[in-house]
Structure formats: structure tokens, C-alpha cells
């Protein structure tokens, strides 16, 4: 069965870094591009980022370009998602997710997920 367990959330000053994990088993996770999104509060769930299976292709969401980068280790079956410059308004769960196909934005290309990871920016 596939599972994605997410780590490394927690709370940082604004302007801070986290990384982001996203520990993938039960898949053949380097044939798969991967995604991460989030979810506020109140807000629906927003794509973040994503990449390519092989990482040579990664593509955000326009209010994180420059800030946040994802990556993934396919020997370790794991994607990452560097958050640095941290902003109160990144505060959300974050959430990894494979995609069934080519990446995008849109939630309903993804077939699995993780529980979530709270990430949580205080001024």
C-alpha cells in the first residue's frame, strides 16, 4: 500500500527556514513526479510546488518562487520542500502527494496522500 509520512513542520519566526520531508514507501517513487500543497485555515488546499520523477523539472506556486524549493533524494524515496524567507501567511498544513501522471496543480491529479505536516510562521 502506498503511504507518505511527512515531517520536519513546526514553529519558526518569520523570515526563518524548515525543511520539509516527505518519506514515500510502496511505490516505485522514482517513476513518479510529486507534489506538495497546503491548507490554511479557512483557505482551500493551494498547490505549493512540485517535481519532475527524475528532478529535472520543478514548478511552484507564484507566491513562493524564490522562497521555497523542492527537491527529492530517489534513493532515500523521499521529496523535500526547503521553505526559507518564511512568511506568517505560509503557515498551513502541508501535505505531500504523487501524482498519477505529469504534474499540476490541480489536487485531483494526485492519487496519494500524506497526513500533513503543520507548519506554523510567527511574526
Known amino acids: 500500500q502506498v503511504q507518505l509520512v511527512e515531517s520536519g513542520g513546526g514553529l519558526v519566526q518569520a523570515g526563518g527556514s524548515l525543511r520539509l520531508s516527505c518519506a514515500a514507501s510502496?511505490?516505485?517513487?522514482?517513476?513518479?513526479?510529486m507534489g506538495w500543497f497546503r491548507q490554511a485555515p479557512g483557505k482551500e488546499r493551494q498547490f505549493v510546488a512540485a517535481i519532475s520523477w527524475s528532478g529535472g523539472r520543478t514548478t511552484y506556486v507564484d507566491s513562493v518562487k524564490g522562497r521555497f524549493t523542492i527537491s527529492r533524494d530517489n534513493a532515500k524515496n523521499t521529496v523535500y520542500l526547503q521553505m526559507s524567507s518564511l512568511k506568517p501567511e505560509d503557515t498551513a498544513v502541508y501535505y505531500c502527494a504523487k501524482a498519477r501522471g505529469a504534474y499540476t496543480n490541480y489536487e485531483r491529479s494526485y492519487d496519494y496522500w500524506g497526513q500533513g505536516t503543520q507548519v506554523t510562521v510567527s511574526s
Open positions: 510502496g511505490l516505485t517513487f522514482s517513476s513518479y513526479d
